[in-house]
């Protein structure tokens, strides 16, 4: 009723056509027994009303004036030329391009957007995308199980809990081991993945190695001696990274990693209560008959026209349906459109600009909370834009500050009983002076 | 490749001509050049402002990144400015169709308008600001919604509780064949039930789902109605079975009018019923699988509920489960820790808030029966913005009349093009109708995959082809429900105009299409020699 | 169309026996079906054959098929010509398109093939 365009008039000539009375009719196939009983649903609204009641529940949230929350999902700057071309319509409502010759905006602009995550993460190949980070991760994980013929999968302590637990559900299903690589969490630790530990928990039994750069703990791990450890016993590093510090930081592709991994919300998505986000996925070309999701190509018509299609689709449900790698169907290519444009948009000098900025005032905070004598960086070791600080008695204070709409961070004893009293506290592009200063005070408000 | 000659008429950022290379035959020409092509060094779109003294200062006395992890070259982004950007994009979106421009009948996609106040909606600073991670206490809203979607989606569905998790409809049939898997563990019959069943009409990643979680699939015919055939059904299902994984409406469109026997035999034999709910389109109101028996169906709510298909996602693929599988949802899940239910409902519905009312998600491990988390968060949020839009402003009429149209609109196309094509299932059909395209290709060697062809050179887009894989030269209509009768008559017409040109001239189909920005390109090369990405000129690592 | 001196299997696999050793490969009709064949998995020489399993995959643009082997047997050589031109199992099946060379271990099992006309009739139906 609210979109259809029938009338009274519309359905008497398509009845007549079918040759039924009534709609009904369409239904007597539906056996009474199995009828629907009820559908208590509220009745209809019109735009206003229904205006009204969205606004209702977004007035419900509070968003933070000043906060320092990221583990994994962060506050960058979302370009209004980014949500323009989202926005557009012959984007955002196209289907999956498997007719190419009316689909060659989306094709096309998938391609750049594997050309650009190859590029950022020094690659070979580049998927179209999966939904998220974590399940990225998985299926990444999943695939060094399948190049090596190996079922079990070692992963770091460091890397984001959230995305652990994904790996975990989905090694359930085909009964696929994980081992836990421990990171260094104690007093005066460096915070990062232990490489003799990994070094000892890694033999011919295990598929990949799993680490995260930077870690979830905002420390920089040595992940070319976590490569290295892997390779020596066969088995595959998969590097899970964040991409905006890929404008910094050495990419995956340079120390050895076999398969890389990404969360892309950074890239021009916002937070939006954790998702739409978007998975990024890269490998070896030798690699990429194993590896999930959808994959855009370029080729010719016969009037010798470039073109892009959809290829290997051989590795893909609708052809191997029981072979197949992975179920995977929809990707998240409207997510992987908006962190193309964002890429074009900063370019090369604004994405480096987002990393120093979110870089400076990681120091910022950390430094100013330490030179008042308010807590002290849990581990002495480099990070990038994250880092996890000492605050006595922080769950309260942390508690006390979010209902004066400060989010001083992540607390995270719950994940990680060893750092009592730490909170990660992330900053990017958007973190002003203020913004500290006002933590400051807070945190000195709450002694 | 390089995009030599260009016109001396346009700057870099040209209208997308064609390229002409001076090399007949080498280089193609090119559509709309890679934005690759214009970047220029030194330009930029978007600044920031830079770090103030003082925080460099406070900054300076913190650990640097050591040098061994620096990247040794910056990466090679384009440098465009702002308006070469939207201009490529928009260039890029100009070679799309869409259903915002024309009709796009692809059978199994149910491809809706999607209407620009779910767009108005998912854009409210307060909920596209909201951090997954922030205290509950800041969090009321986005809580909220998840808790009503959830209970609206119960409703419309029949089922016990909904978990919003999963990412996609495949996503979400994984979600449910876990969650079977993990209840057969808990009743000490894990490693016995091996198999799942499927339907020979079934979509791939049905069977693709029961691989990724261990599973054999055992493929059951359909009968001469186009429903599961139910004696090979009973024949198949044992001690072995963990499930049954069937569309309803099937693939073909018709309703299984044996369900309930069929979800019976099901649960008699121990086994897991799965529905996979990409035909809900059909049935709103009308059919509430969780009260016939199902144990767990996901949603697609970028089919039914609205949400748009954004050139192959995102999507959200929420499960509903019986109260048997309940104890397995994925966690964490959205909780009304404070307030009375029917009351926090009934207020909602009528546009209030309950005071009191307090939401909060499930604490970590709360559940261990849970199958755990399936994904980071709680779900594709800015999806069920819309899609809680879409249920709101549609509301129970609505709804139904969603269905009552989508299901008059398919039939109507079958009996007018019932005489051009062949219609393996010659009865009432639901929200999608499947035609064979056999006697064009027997008679005349047009196959559907011509006639899909043809069809876009009338701007349109055309059905789905070659599925369901039970029916040679398959051509799978759905019109939905908010097309008009004008746009279902052109669609008559074009499909009869075709049948006729098979006949007559069927070599101007194979031609098809000629009027696209591309002709049929040559898939068979682009998978033989991959060209997946664009290699610049001193990248790091060498094209292979 | 089918050459005579070829033995078949029902799963459109030939092949030729020349003393101990055998090559194979997969039917003109097989192509046909698949179509425009992408990319063929090749067994790894010293590979052991049963026949009848599944020693490998051919996938075309719309389709995948595993090859079954139709006989027994240690595979001395792989036509790696097929890495390169996987085309040539459409334009040359029975010829450029060989996909491997096999020691047999029982001739006895090319009974259980079919000749040239058995299997025109079988791809007749």
Not at chain 1, 353 to 374: D, K, N, P, Y
Request: glycine residues 8%; aromatic residues 6%.
């Amino acid at each position: 009723m609210a979109y259809s365009p029938h009338t009274e008039a519309d359905h008497q000539r398509m009845l007549g056509a079918v040759g039924v009375d009534s709609i009904e009719d369409l239904f007597d196939d539906i056996p009474a027994r199995v009828r629907a009983t009820r559908f208590a649903i509220p009745p209809p609204l019109t735009e206003q009303e229904v205006r009204a009641e969205l606004s209702r529940l977004a007035d419900r949230n509070r968003i933070a004036s000043v906060s320092f929350l990221g583990a994994g999902a962060y506050r960058h700057l979302v370009p209004s030329v980014v949500t323009e071309v989202i926005g557009r319509s012959e984007f955002a409502t196209s289907y999956t391009p498997y007719q190419p010759e009316v689909s060659q905006g989306t094709l096309q602009s998938i391609y750049e957007f594997q050309s650009l995550i190859c590029e950022l993460t020094g690659m070979e190949v580049a998927s179209a995308s999966h939904y998220d980070g974590a399940t990225a991760t998985a299926e990444a994980a999943l695939m060094a199980c399948r190049l090596t013929r190996r079922h079990r999968i070692a992963i770091s302590t460091a890397v984001n809990p959230q995305v652990r637990r994904v790996l975990a559900t989905y090694c359930s299903g085909p009964g696929i081991e994980l081992i836990e690589v421990p990171a260094d969490l104690a007093e005066g630790g460096s915070g990062l993945t232990e490489v003799p530990s990994a070094e000892g928990l890694l033999d011919d039994s295990v598929a990949c190695l799993v680490a995260q750069q930077p870690n979830f703990l905002g420390g920089i791990e040595p992940m070319r001696e976590l490569a290295d450890a892997a390779h020596a016993v066969g088995a595959q590093l998969v590097a899970v990274v964040e991409p905006t510090s890929l404008a910094m930081l050495e990419p995956p592709g340079a120390y050895g990693a076999d398969i890389v991994a990404a969360e892309g919300q950074p890239l021009g998505i916002p937070v939006e209560f954790g998702g739409p986000y978007v998975g990024l996925m890269a490998a070896r070309m030798e690699s990429v008959r194993q590896m999930p999701g959808r994959l855009v190509g370029a080729t010719r018509d016969a009037q010798g026209r470039k073109g892009y299609v959809l290829t290997l689709q051989a590795r893909e449900q609708h052809i191997r349906r029981e072979r197949a790698a992975s179920n995977i169907c929809t990707n998240q290519a409207l997510c992987a459109l908006a962190a193309t444009a964002y890429l074009t948009a900063v370019g090369p000098a604004g994405l480096r600009e987002v990393a120093e900025r979110s870089m400076i005032q990681a120091r910022h905070v950390a430094s100013a909370i330490e030179a008042a004598g308010l807590g002290e960086r849990r581990f002495e070791t480099p990070y990038f834009a994250e880092v996890s600080v000492h605050v006595p008695d922080a769950a309260r204070r942390h508690a006390a500050l979010a209902e004066r709409g400060i989010v001083a961070g992540y607390p995270l004893e719950g994940e990680y009983p060893e750092l009592a009293d730490t909170l990660l506290l992330a900053a990017t592009e958007l973190t002003t002076d203020d913004d500290v200063a006002a933590l400051v005070a807070g945190l000195e408000a709450q002694r | 490749m390089s995009v030599a000659e260009r016109p001396p008429s346009t700057d870099a950022s040209g209208r997308g001509a064609a390229f002409h290379s001076p090399e007949a035959g080498g280089e193609p020409t090119v559509v709309q050049p890679l934005i690759f092509e214009a970047s220029v060094p030194g330009r930029r779109a978007v600044r920031f402002p830079p770090a103030s003294e003082a925080a460099r200062a406070a900054a300076a006395g913190q650990p640097s990144l050591p040098a061994s992890v620096l990247r040794a070259q910056a990466p090679h982004l384009p440098e465009v400015s702002e308006l070469d950007l939207l201009r490529h994009f928009n260039r890029l979106s100009h070679l799309n169709h869409a259903i915002d421009l024309g009709f796009y009948p692809l059978g199994s996609c149910t491809m809706k308008y999607n209407p620009k106040v779910n767009e108005w909606a998912a854009s409210l600073p307060g909920l596209a600001g909201s951090h997954p991670l922030d205290p509950a206490a800041l969090s009321q809203g986005s809580l909220e919604l998840e808790w009503l979607l959830a209970e609206l989606l119960k409703e419309i569905s029949g089922f016990a509780a909904v978990s919003l998790q999963p990412a996609a409809g495949a996503h979400g049939e994984l979600t449910g064949m876990l969650m079977a898997r993990a209840y057969h563990r808990s009743r000490g019959e894990g490693e016995q039930r091996t198999k799942v069943l499927v339907p020979d009409s079934a979509h791939g990643t049905n069977p693709a789902t029961a691989t990724m979680v261990g599973y054999q699939t055992v493929t059951i015919r359909s009968n001469e109605r186009g429903g599961i055939d139910l004696e090979a059904l009973r024949a198949a299902l044992g001690p072995d079975t963990a499930a049954l994984m069937i569309t309803n409406p099937s693939t073909l469109g018709i309703f299984e009018d044996q369900i309930d026997q069929v979800v019976a035999a099901v649960r008699e034999a121990g086994a897991i019923s799965y529905m996979d709910g990409a035909n809900l389109n059909a049935i709103l109101g009308r059919f509430r699988p969780g009260e016939a028996g199902f144990d767990v169906m996901h949603f697609n709510l970028h089919k039914t509920f609205s949400t748009p298909h954004g050139g192959g996602g995102p999507g959200a693929g929420p499960v509903g489960v019986s109260e048997r599988l309940a104890p397995f949802l994925p966690a964490p899940l959205p909780l009304l820790v404070e307030g009375d239910p029917d009351e926090v409902r009934g207020k909602a519905w009528a546009g209030r808030s309950t005071p009191g009312a307090r939401f909060a998600l499930e604490e970590p491990d709360a559940r261990p029966t849970s199958i755990g988390r399936v994904r980071s968060h709680t779900g594709n949020f800015g999806m069920f913005v819309r899609a809680y839009t879409y249920i709101r402003s549609n509301g129970d009429a609505g709804l139904r009349a969603v269905s009552d149209d989508a299901v008059l609109a398919a039939n109507y196309l079958r009996v007018r093009l019932a005489g051009a094509y062949d219609l393996p299932y010659d009865r009432i059909c639901k929200h999608e109708v499947v035609f064979s395209g056999r006697r064009q290709k027997r008679q005349h060697g047009v196959t559907t995959l011509d006639i899909a062809k043809a069809i876009l050179d009338h701007g349109i887009h055309p059905p789905t082809i070659y599925f369901p894989l039970i029916v040679e030269e398959a051509l799978m209509i759905e019109p939905t429900e908010t097309e008009s009768l004008e746009t279902l008559d052109r669609f008559v017409e074009i499909m009869l105009g075709i049948a006729e040109l098979a006949t007559s001239d069927p070599e101007a189909l194979k031609r098809a299409p000629e009027t696209t920005p591309v002709g049929r390109l040559d898939e068979a090369g682009a998978a033989r020699r991959p060209d997946l990405r664009h290699v610049f000129p001193d990248a790091a690592t060498e094209p292979d | 169309m089918n050459p005579d001196d070829l033995r078949y299997s029902r799963e459109h696999e030939w092949v030729r026996v020349d003393g101990g050793e055998a090559v194979i490969g997969i039917t003109s009709f097989a192509a046909g079906e698949l179509g425009d064949i992408v990319f063929v998995e090749l067994p790894e020489p010293g590979a052991r054959l049963r026949q009848f399993a599944s020693f490998g995959v051919v996938e075309s643009v719309k389709a995948v098929s595993d090859l079954f082997a139709p006989i027994s047997g240690e595979v001395t050589h792989v036509n790696t010509d097929l890495r390169e031109r996987p085309e040539l199992l459409n334009s040359d099946p029975f010829g450029g398109g060989w996909i491997a060379k096999v020691k047999l271990s029982d001739t006895a099992e090319l009974d259980a093939l079919l000749d040239s006309g058995a299997y025109a009739e079988l791809t007749a139906g």
